[in-house]
DNA sequence: CAATTAAAGCGAAGATCATTGCTTTAGTTG
DNA sequence: CAACTAAAGCAATGATCTTCGCTTTAATTG
């Protein structure tokens, strides 16, 4: 939550009912009550005034989005190096799955998909891109044969989220066989 | 939307109700008023009491769940019987993928991921199912190596459907690319 | 066709949310 | 450190939603 500079007044004051506010819906999402959350809720609960709230986000859509991308990019995971594409992205994946899986996580998700009209890239994919891409150019440096990072997205990454999302059972056995999938394919 | 057999009074009332209420949502999510959909909207459009709504379906997202539901799996389509399993595949993908970016129907796809808490199978991908089952026991039938439905559904289906819901591009193209990649694997 | 009873309609009361003008606080700038 | 001003707090208002008790309609049953 390292005060990203919002806009015009980054001092103190702003980034303090920022980050009070991000918590609070934080909190909220963590019990449950993903759906019952209103904008004077996360006020009361940040000790903020629900006005500030309206003011600066508008909607609750705008803001539970903008919490969600914050929470769903803040990176974390080490990408594995296990000398081998197989052994990393199968790795990943379960970290990948373990991560989306969680409760908190899985709502931030689905958070994503209400308010979204225009087609724009979201920074969550475009991490995972990247990280594909480190393994992958691992893996063609050592000379073996690699799918496409698009072709990671699509059929390990993609499948995971779309069930998450759609609330179907995911574990990672389930991720093991995406891998093995992309695999097959290359 | 041929009467459904609810529950205890199928009569003509609560059947003529039901289908008030469910084209005014239909109506209401064609206008691209997903978002600011309450149930006195919906009640005010079907000419029914919020009352009704509230005691039938309690909440809004229950509503539009069953509703999604409803729309969604509304089958239609015919399969594409092309006599190769790969001409079969494309066809198909080009009808759903068709199919999911209206926008009436990406509406209804987001509205699923809402309410949804438990882990529990949607008919909508049961149907998928079924579908890419009729296709890939023909081909195999013709003695052509074909993939499991599992696969179909993991790599044709849910990138494609994992695009829509999060506001990513997809297109005919994508889909053919899509069926390209399964039959890699196969 | 009369009795029964789900389920819808109606209206009012209570709660919650959203908006707006004004005041106060506290970064920022010279 | 004093003037300036972006942003938060506050309070009142109007709009909207939700719930509840009661009445009315009409499908079902004998």
């Known amino acids: 939550m390292s005060t990203t500079t919002p806009a015009r007044r980054p001092g103190g004051r702003s980034a303090k009912v920022r980050d009070a506010v991000y918590t609070a819906v934080g909190q909220l999402m ?28 508008g909607d609750l859509d705008t803001l539970l989005e903008e919490v969600a991308v914050a929470a769903l990019t803040k990176d974390g995971d080490e990408l594995p190096d296990t000398g081998s594409l197989r052994g990393d992205l199968s790795a990943w994946a379960r970290i990948v799955v373990d991560d989306i899986t969680q409760p908190r996580r899985t709502r931030y998700l689905r958070a994503m998909t209400s308010a979204r009209d225009e087609v724009h890239t979201c920074p969550c994919w475009e991490q995972r891109r990247t990280q594909a891409k480190v393994m992958l150019d691992r893996a063609r440096a050592r000379g073996e044969r690699a799918p496409t990072e698009q072709q990671v997205l699509d059929h390990v990454i993609a499948p995971m989220y779309h069930h998450v999302v759609f609330g179907l059972s995911v574990d990672r056995e389930y991720a093991g066989q995406l891998v093995h999938d992309v695999l097959a394919m290359a």
Do not use: M
């Open 30 to 57: 963590g019990e449950g009550k993903a759906d019952r959350i209103t904008i004077p809720l996360v006020a009361n609960r940040a000790g903020v005034n629900p006005t500030s709230i309206y003011r600066r986000w």
